[in-house]
């Protein structure tokens, strides 16, 4: 007697990317990925105390859910952010109800977002290319810095140097923001050195002139999902505010 076979269904999930900052020989080149529908087993890892105390779960769940054979760790951040919102309302449905303190009474009320209207940023694609990289002149010194988009990976370097650092420095560890921007930036006036990089910004020459239209720079172009969110409050006002992505986003009604 042959054993029961079961499919799961799955869909394909457009990327904020669209593709265009892979290697052409990339499956995430199609810009699009595959991922199949949450089962008890992903429910599972959703709920597993160790996972969760590492902090690992729903990266865990998310590379159970993709199909296409792909690197988990190669996607730029953007993209990994479209999965996970298709994975949630693909799992419970599109209402997303949270918590929300309303300026107006006073208090904290609950309240009901649409995720299938959570768009992808506006960005402009003629900037793409399979190298994963952008230019930027600084505005008030003119050196040329080219920077990249993050990946899963790359993230995760940047949060493993900042708990090293905090461990062996503390307060005087250096911030986030220079932190990611030595992983992110990837050359200066064509210099594409680890050593020159960082040392631009350690030595101070990256000014904040240049480094806050930089950044807002980086954040235009860079693919991702629009984490502004449209609901009403009981009192009828419509409200745009960011999408909270709290322990209950993956668990609605449960109380986890």
Known sequence: MSEPKFTVPTEMVDLPSKGLLYPKDSPLAAGQIEIKY?????????TNANLLRQGLAIEKMLKSIIKTPINYEDLILGDRNAILIAARIL?????YSFNYFNPN??????????????KYKAVDTSLFNEKNEFSFELPFTKNTVT???????????IDEEMKGMKKNLGEAAPGLLTTKLKHQITSVNGDYSTKTV???????????QDSLPLRKYIESVIPDIDTKITFKTKDGEEVIDE???????FFPGSGI
């Open 38 to 46: 949450m089962t008890a087993r992903e429910e599972d890892i959703l």
């Open 243 to 249: 999408l909270p992505m709290t322990a209950e986003f």
């Open 105 to 118: 009474t006073m208090e904290s009320e609950v309240v009901k977002g649409d995720l299938q209207s959570v």
């Open 91 to 95: 799992a419970y449905g599109k209402d």
């Open 198 to 208: 960082r040392d631009f910004i350690d030595s101070g020459a990256l000014l904040s």
């Open 147 to 157: 920077f990249k988009a993050l990946t899963i990976a790359e993230d995760r370097k």
